[in-house]
């Protein structure tokens, strides 16, 4: 069975600065997809960035950078130039790509980041 | 703009009713959506897998009599908690999986439901 790690409740960083969010995975399947999303208090989930297990080059979007390591099967996030609106909790996920999977996604505990000002 | 539409946002309610959930995906045809539990501070709990014209595969632990799942057309899934009481109160999200690409599930904003 997939399980995914995260293992910071909580972090800090200062406005301005970067920080970076642990991710490790568990899975024997070979084609999966890994996801990051962010929970604000407001509830919603916000998708940040997706890597797929056959990708080559490490996902970016705008601000977000996914540290992919398939050997060492980690997939940490990184926030460049923190802002305010940042703080959230955010989460890593695991889709397996087989059919037998049904695509559901697997979720870690999740970091509750705190941005200060 | 939102792709996935729940309603409602939020539901307080007394002990013993049944609460409907609708989950819509509005430009995309889903046959899979997915219904999902979290606590305070805690992450999402997948409670089932809803297919289009089939019956919903619950994860280990979750009532089926208790949490109603139906989808009834491509594009709405709804979730029933019947005789809702005040352990079931909880944020319920459901989301959908978009097949025409590799696209993540996309979510809708979630209920907030309060049995008293």
């Known amino acids: 069975a997939q399980k995914i790690t995260q293992t910071q409740p909580g972090m800090f960083v200062q406005e301005k600065e970067a920080v970076t969010l642990d991710c490790t995975y568990d899975?024997?399947?070979?084609?999966?997809?890994l996801f990051w999303y962010k929970q604000p208090s407001s509830g919603e989930m916000i998708f940040l960035i997706y890597?797929?297990?056959?990708?080559?080059q490490n996902a970016t979007e705008g601000r977000y950078s996914l540290n992919f390591q398939k050997a060492r099967k980690s997939a940490n996030l990184v926030i460049s130039a923190s802002q305010l609106g940042d703080s959230a909790m955010y989460f890593c996920?695991?889709?397996?790509?087989?059919?037998?999977?049904?695509?559901?996604?697997?979720f870690g505990k999740g970091t509750l980041l705190t941005v200060n000002p | 703009g939102a792709v996935v539409s729940q309603h409602p946002s939020r539901v307080i309610c007394k002990s013993g009713t049944s609460v409907k959930i609708e989950c819509r995906s509005l430009?995309?045809?889903?046959?899979?959506m997915f219904w999902y539990r979290q606590f305070p501070k805690q992450s999402l709990m997948l409670m089932a897998t809803s297919n289009e014209g089939s019956k919903a595969t619950y994860e280990q632990g979750v009532e089926k009599d208790k949490f109603l799942i139906n989808h009834a057309s491509l594009t709405l899934s709804t979730l029933t908690v019947t005789s809702a009481h005040p352990e079931d109160s909880s944020f319920y999200i459901c989301?959908?999986?978009?097949?025409?690409?590799?696209?993540?599930?996309?979510f809708g904003d979630g209920t907030r439901l309060s049995i008293l």
């Open positions: 890597q797929g297990s056959y990708d080559q």
């Open positions: 996920a695991m889709r397996l790509n087989s059919g037998g999977s049904n695509y559901k996604l697997t």
């Open positions: 989301s959908a999986r978009d097949p025409r690409s590799n696209q993540p599930q996309h």
């Open positions: 430009d995309f045809q889903a046959t899979t």
């Open positions: 899975t024997s399947d070979p084609s999966y997809g």
